[in-house]
Every structure is written in structure tokens, then in C-alpha cells.
């Protein structure tokens, strides 16, 4: 079959739900991917910032293959040892406590708002509690993660969402506070907002929000689902801040390919929520996934892939605020380490669309901005290279 006769078979059997890029890739290696007809690209979006050890890692590959030889299914009413080794690792990293794993960042935030409702709820028995989140984020798309993501299109068809749910300017103390009402149970944001247009949170505003919450006995959660394992530089993005949460969700380069997330909480909060009966999952924390898991942080160490952000990050920063001082259509650079963002004064989707016919695969954040997010082992060599293409596919 030729690439376009997949295309047609796939139009008249998948759901469209998606405008996908008219090519089918096939495989990949390192940070480049091939299509069908073996035109090969270079990727900068990583699978969404899924792939951050780049493809065809053999050592992962490998531990997965092995993993598969041994058990890949058996439900959560047994141990296994690779989710327990998975457990510890994400725990050292994190300095949280306790971890639940699941199957997508949606299905972490889902549990991080059961949480924080089960925590309100053992302390007075109600059930009208509220939770704050941020307008223009994103969390994903099932029920409660609709509910909680600010963005009123994503919403408007599917309403009513969960109840309770109030909605604060990012990087805004004031709107926040202006939220807040005795029913307050928690206040939720990205540390860093991915499809919201890749705007880090400030220093000031993550400490005033640790405060309130702290002061009021609410919780924080901060779902780093996209900014976190190694994006920012550090592992988590809040640990730039040393502001720590009292939920955090992760998902994404978690699993590096190998659909898994988790949310995490501390002892405290672990000890006053969720028991026995409250949440659970068919596949969640599986030997396969957390096999995965496992061997990324393994990988992120052996291959020093923070240090190599640390490298090479300020060097695409500084390569984008080249290409905008060059260019009057960009308005803005904006993100943290690997997690860039390029805003213009007009939609972005034929400059995506030109650089994908010139080999280089990119992904907007909005209709107006380019989003960089490749995988965490690119070095100089290849953002030069990205460079060298997108500046052929800008407005002169």
C-alpha cells in the first residue's frame, strides 16, 4: 500500500477527532523520524514531550522487550516488582511521599481532584467544595480535567462539567485571592502552561499560592504533566522555585512512549484522603508501563539528560531570540529550558505545515504560537539545524 492509501483507509475508519498532518511515519531513531515512503524529519515535538530519550533507545527497548518475556498484565490485587522500583524512583525524584499510578496525565488529574475533594471532606463532611485552576490551561480532556482546564471552547459542548470549580488569572495573586472562599479545598495550575502559550509560572506568584494554602489548610497542586521530568532543567519545574506541592500529576516522558502517568502526594495528604476503595485502575502501574518508568529514570542518570537541558537549552533560547530579532512576525519568545515557545502576529499553521514539507516537525500552542518541545538529547547540531529550516519557512 502507498502512504496515501493508508491515509484514505485510516479517514474512513478512526474517529476524526484529529486534523493530522497528511503523512504516516513509521519509525524513528534518535531525534529524527521517518515516514512511510522513508522521508526522514526532524522532530521537535517529541510526541507532545513524550519522547525525551529520543527513539530507538536500545537499552529501553530492550528492558521492555524483557519485561514483556515476563509479565506484562496481572491487575493492582498483586504486587509487582517493577511498579514498586518505579514507586521509589519517582519518589527520590520528587521528594513526594506516596504515588498512584495510571494510565494518561488526564487520568493523574482526574485522581489529584478526587483527592483534594476527599481531603476537604474528611475534615468537615461536606461536599460543596471548590476548587481555583487558571484560566487558558490545559489538563486534559476527560470529564474532570475538562472541567478544571481554562479554556471555555474546550468546555462549551460538553457541558455541565463538575460543579465547584472557580477560575484565576496565572501569575495574578489578586484574581486568585479574589477566588478563595471558605470552600476552597485547592488551587491547581501547570507549573509551566503548555497549550496555554508555554508561560512559566513566577517565583512570587508559586510561594504566595504555597502560603495561602498552607495558611488555610488547602491543597496545591501542580500538574506537571508536560513541564516536568527533565523539560525545565530540573526534574520537576517547581523545583526551580523550591516551592513543593501537596499533589503533583505527571504523565508524558514519564513513560517516554509507554502510556503511563501517576499522581503523587505527600504523607499527610496520603494519610487523610484516598483509602482503600476510593480510586482504582485496570492497567495503572502494570509491570510493562512501569517498566517503562523505571528505565527512564535509570536512563535520565546514565545519560545525563539534565545536564544536557542544562547545555543546550540556553543555546535554542538564544537562537529563537535571534530569529525574532530578524523577524518582525514574532512578537515573543517565551518558556524555560526545553519547553520554548515562538509568538507571532498571525496563525502559525502554514509555517508549521511548510517546515513538515521540508523535513522539520513542529507543533503550535494556540493559533498563533510555534511550540519547541524535542526531546531532551538534542544537541547544538540540531537546533541549528531546525533553525536553518524554519527560517525558510517564515514571512518575509
Known amino acids: 500500500m502507498t502512504m496515501q492509501e493508508y491515509i484514505a483507509d485510516a479517514e474512513g475508519a478512526l474517529l476524526h477527532t484529529y486534523n493530522r498532518y497528511q503523512i504516516v511515519l513509521e519509525k524513528g531513531d534518535g531525534v529524527y523520524l521517518y515516514d512511510y515512503d522513508g522521508k526522514k524529519y526532524l522532530d521537535f515535538v517529541a510526541g507532545i514531550a513524550v519522547f525525551a530519550l529520543g527513539y530507538h533507545n536500545e537499552e529501553y527497548n530492550e528492558a521492555l522487550k524483557g519485561q514483556i518475556d ?44 478526587k483527592t483534594a475533594r476527599k481531603y476537604a471532606y474528611l475534615k468537615d463532611g461536606s461536599t460543596d467544595h471548590e476548587i481555583i485552576a487558571m484560566e487558558h490551561s490545559f489538563h486534559g480532556r476527560t470529564m474532570g480535567a475538562l472541567s478544571v482546564t481554562g479554556n471555555p471552547k474546550y468546555r462549551e459542548a460538553f457541558q455541565p462539567m463538575i460543579g465547584n470549580i472557580r477560575f484565576a488569572q496565572m501569575n495574578d495573586i489578586e484574581s486568585v485571592k479574589s477566588q478563595l472562599t471558605d470552600k476552597t479545598c485547592a488551587i491547581l495550575l501547570e507549573t509551566v502552561q503548555g497549550e496555554g502559550g508555554l508561560v512559566p509560572a513566577t517565583e512570587e506568584f508559586l510561594k504566595e499560592i504555597r502560603r495561602i494554602c498552607d495558611e488555610r489548610d488547602i491543597l496545591m497542586i501542580l500538574d506537571e504533566i508536560q513541564c516536568g521530568m527533565g523539560r525545565c532543567g530540573t ?77 543546550v537549552a540556553p543555546y535554542l533560547e538564544e537562537k529563537l531570540e535571534e530569529l525574532k530579532e530578524k523577524n518582525p512576525a514574532i512578537i515573543e519568545r517565551r518558556g524555560t529550558g526545553l519547553m520554548q515557545g515562538l509568538v507571532f502576529d498571525r496563525p502559525v499553521g502554514d509555517i508549521i505545515q511548510a517546515a513538515i514539507s521540508k523535513g522539520l516537525i513542529l507543533i503550535n500552542a494556540g493559533p498563533n504560537i510555534i511550540r519547541f518541545v524535542p526531546p531532551l538529547v538534542i544537541g547544538r547540531e540540531h537546533v541549528d539545524e531546525m533553525i536553518a529550516i524554519l527560517e525558510t519557512c517564515l514571512p518575509k
Not at 488526564?106 to 485522581?111: C, H, L, S, T
Request: glycine share 10%.
Open 70 to 113: 515476563k509479565l506484562i498484565h496481572t491487575s493492582n490485587y498483586y504486587y509487582n516488582v517493577p511498579a514498586v522500583n518505579a514507586a521509589k524512583a519517582l519518589k527520590a525524584a520528587s521528594g513526594m511521599d506516596r504515588v498512584f499510578f495510571t494510565n494518561s496525565g488526564a487520568e493523574a488529574i482526574e485522581g489529584a481532584i
Open 235 to 311: 526534574m520537576f519545574a517547581w523545583q526551580r522555585y523550591g516551592v513543593k506541592p501537596d499533589v503533583m500529576t505527571s504523565a508524558k516522558a514519564l513513560g517516554c512512549g509507554v502510556p503511563v502517568g501517576a499522581f503523587l502526594m505527600t504523607e499527610k495528604v496520603g494519610a487523610h484522603s484516598l483509602a482503600a476503595g476510593d480510586h482504582g485502575t485496570t492497567y495503572g502501574g502494570n509491570p510493562l508501563a512501569c517498566k517503562a518508568v523505571e528505565t527512564v529514570f535509570d536512563l535520565f542518570e546514565k545519560e545525563h539528560v539534565l545536564e544536557n537541558v542544562g547545555k
